[in-house]
C-alpha cells in the first residue's frame, strides 16, 4: 500500500512538473540508513506567507504538540513567514 501511494505521488508530481515553468526538479533522497524522503520539489522560488497556508491549518489542529513548522527551501535565506512559521534552507536541518 506504501509504494503504490509514493507511486501515485510521484506521477502526479512528473505531471505537475512537466507543465511548469520553469521546471523544477524532483529528486529522492535516501541516507546510508536507510531513512528517505521519497519526493524533494527544488523550484528555485521565493517564499512567501501563501505557502504555508496549510502548515496555519496544521498548527492549532494539534495545539501544543506543535512547537513550530519549518519549510524548507533551496535559497539561502532564513525567513520568517508566519507565526510559528519559518522558511530555512534545507541544508540548515540536515
Not at 523544477?24 to 541516507?31: D, E, G, K, L
Not at 527551501?73 to 512559521?85: C, K, Q, S
Request: hydrophobic share 40%.
Amino acid at each position: 500500500m506504501g509504494a503504490d501511494l509514493e507511486n501515485l505521488i510521484l506521477s502526479d508530481l512528473l505531471v505537475w512538473r512537466e507543465i511548469s515553468v520553469p521546471r523544477p526538479s524532483i529528486y529522492h533522497w535516501r541516507t546510508t540508513n536507510q531513512g528517505e524522503v521519497d519526493s524533494i520539489v527544488e523550484a528555485g522560488k521565493r517564499q512567501s506567507r501563501r505557502d504555508v497556508r496549510h502548515l496555519l491549518t496544521f498548527q492549532p489542529e494539534y495545539g501544543d504538540a506543535v512547537a513550530g513548522c519549518l519549510l524548507l527551501h533551496d535559497g539561502p535565506d532564513i525567513l520568517p513567514l508566519a507565526d510559528g512559521v519559518v522558511a530555512t534552507p534545507w541544508w540548515n536541518v540536515i
